[in-house]
């Protein structure tokens, strides 16, 4: 897989980013199952709790287009720093992802970790958990 598409899709969709509260802009980036690729943006609300982050928005774009599997995903936040998703996007994630899913945390299309699922989230509840 080439992760610099995923992360230059990432950048792209980092400059949508409606931040007038945090002026913290991200952008994700999302490989489906098919190979398609779904982008999203952090969107801010001034009711804070209706804010949304930009992974859950591409993950989102994707679910609603009809994709049901999540094989990679690429965040880009700061420049400075690896900016990982929060708690509610991993749980978000993990619905939906792949045994083998990569996450992609860049400053930039060159500088980037890859991690996988269980990394970020060990032990996440599952909707596996639910058929016991």
């Known amino acids: 897989m080439d992760y610099k598409e995923l992360i230059l899709k990432a950048l792209q969709a980092r400059e949508n980013a409606y931040v007038p509260y945090s002026n913290f802009k991200v952008g994700a980036a999302i490989l489906a199952d098919n190979n398609k690729i779904f982008t999203g943006c952090n969107i801010e609300n001034a009711s804070f709790g209706a804010t949304n982050c930009a992974e859950r928005t591409a993950i989102f774009k994707a679910i609603s287009e009809g994709e049901r599997k999540l094989k990679a995903i690429a965040v880009v936040g700061s ?25 992609i945390i860049a400053k930039n299309e060159n500088e980037y970790i890859v991690k996988t699922f269980e990394e970020i989230l060990p032990g996440a509840f599952t909707n596996k958990d639910l058929e016991k």
């Open 79 to 103: 420049f400075k720093e690896f900016t990982f998703p929060c708690g509610i996007c991993r749980q978000v994630i993990s619905e939906f992802c792949t045994e083998d899913i990569k996450i």
